[in-house]
Every structure is written in C-alpha cells, then in structure tokens.
C-alpha cells in the first residue's frame, strides 16, 4: 500500500513517518518545500509520481494568532490546500485522511464536543480549518476528517517543550487555568491514523485526543512533576493558576474544547490512553 504524507516535518508528520507500519506499506513523505499543497500542480505531480493509495494530510497553517492578521494565507494552506489534496485523491482514485483541529467550535458547551454539534469558530484559524472541512466533503464525502487538540511531540516546538524551557529559565509561571481540554500526545494520534489508513469501512468525521481532561495549568504542573521525576529538570518553581484574560493574544482561545472520542475508538478498535500517561511516555522519549 502506498502511502502519501503531507507535513513530514511537523509533529504529527513525523510521528507517522517514525510509526509507520514495518510490512506492506510505502511510505511517502514530503515537507511543504517538496509538496506545496496550495499549488494543484504540484500536487498533481507527485500524485502522478506515487500513485498512492492512501493520503495523510498533516500539512496546515497552525499560527493561530498570527491567522488573524493573515486571512488569505490561512484559508490558502487550510482551505484551498485541502480542496486540493482532495479533488486529487478523487482523480486517483485515493483515500484521504485529514487531520482538522477542535478550534471549529466556539467553547461555550460543558460536556464533550460530539461531531454532530454544530461549529462556530472563533478566528480566522478555527474558520479556515472548517473551511477546509467542508471543501473535502463537498469533493470526496468518503474521507476521513479527524479533529484534534493540543498536540505536543518529542520532535517540533509545542506547549511542553515551551514549558520546560521556562521552569529552567523563570523564577515562577502563570499557567491559563480557564481554558479546558485534552492533551493529546501527536505518536497516539498517529497510530489512530495508521490503524483506520487500511480500513475502508472508516469514513467521515472523528474526534481524537488523549483521554482525560486538563487545563493549561494542570498540564504544566504535570509536567513539571513528571520532569522532576525523571531528572529533566533539576529545581521545582511556584506555578501558578491565571485567567486567560490576564494574558490576551490576537485570536480568541475556546474555554472549552474536551471533545468526545466515541466513535474514534469503536470504528478503530484503540481506546484512547490518559493524558498524564501519554505524557509520561514523551517526557521518556525526551530524557533519552
């Protein structure tokens, strides 16, 4: 089976790339430098080169703060890029897998997102990213589109890495305590990815974290609990809660974006691992 990944350099890319199958599977990754999925053209040639079976788009326009200042750039990467990728996948005859992201919603509900709850973004990241969705529908019902949050790797920067940096650096640190959610640990993201790649009868929306719920600052304090412990860091400092309207940012943050895995784990038959402990086992991987 031959497989196509977009975004190989990013965390979710390169945990497919790292966690890819041993047997019967090809796998062909490319960072935006070789695959420019805003360019049709350039998607159509090495979909012409690969001839994939499969296609497992992770490439996205991420900076959410910086969307907001940035429209059109946005909506290129998340929604044309995406329209893209699926009007080649129908051509060739390809299914698609894509990762979309919890900012669809607005954070106002207090139980889990299910995918049959309506959307209402925020900013111009969550709104290009729906964007995106709906273009995939509209050109291949059939794909796989699989929101996810807050996710952190051992490789690429993201909300652990930045935290450790700090505890080594700062004397103290308010973390956000009112925004609420679920970490999810971008190598369990990509197994889900990879067990429903080769299963046909998976199709249309998903939900997919780590289970469990946190806010920003049980996170941090987890991490640095578990940091301590395994000997990254070597001195704990005061964390301390704050409200994110004490530390504004250019694009609006859902307060609430615990989504329900549901039917993720029934059609694929993983259940999702707590966060504490997916996060256990990044921290592992960075202490080697």
């Not at 979309?100 to 997102?113: A, E, L, Q, R, W």
């Not at 019902?141 to 699989?146: C, G, H, R, S």
């Not at 250019?250 to 993983?270: C, H, M, N, Q, Y």
Request: overall charge negative.
């Amino acid at each position: 089976m031959k497989i196509l990944i977009t975004g190989k350099n990013g965390q979710l890319g390169w945990e497919l790339v790292n966690r890819a199958p041993a047997n019967d599977v090809e796998v062909y990754a490319f960072d935006s430098g070789e695959l420019d999925i805003t360019d049709s053209l350039s998607v159509q040639d090495k979909f012409t080169m690969v001839q994939p079976d499969v296609v497992i788009n992770t490439a996205a326009y991420t900076a959410v703060d910086k969307a907001e200042s940035d429209n059109e750039g946005a909506f290129l990467v998340n929604e044309q890029g995406a329209i893209n990728l699926a009007q080649a996948c129908k051509k060739f005859n390809a299914r698609l897998l894509h990762v979309s992201t919890d900012f669809v919603f607005d954070g106002t509900k207090h139980s889990p997102y299910l995918t049959t709850d309506t959307p209402n973004p925020l900013g111009v990241y969550g709104a290009s990213k729906l964007a995106g969705e709906r273009g995939i529908q509209n050109v291949l019902p059939e794909a796989v589109i699989v929101r996810t949050a807050w996710v952190y790797s051992s490789h690429g920067n993201n909300f652990v890495k930045t935290m450790l940096r700090l505890m080594q650096e700062k004397p103290q640190l308010g973390v956000v305590s009112n925004q609420i959610g679920t970490p999810t640990y971008a190598a369990g993201l990509a197994d889900w990815l990879w067990r429903v790649s080769d299963n046909n009868h998976v199709k249309g929306l998903y939900h997919w974290t780590d289970a469990g719920v946190a806010s920003w600052y049980d996170f941090a304090v987890a991490i640095q609990e578990l940091a301590l412990e395994k000997g990254i860091l070597k001195n704990e400092i005061p964390v301390r809660p704050i409200y994110a309207e004490q530390y504004p940012t250019p694009a609006k943050r859902p307060a609430f974006s615990v989504i329900d895995k549901t039917s993720a784990e029934k059609d694929s038959g993983l259940q999702t691992t707590h966060w504490r402990k997916q996060l256990s086992v990044m921290l592992d991987k960075l202490a080697k």
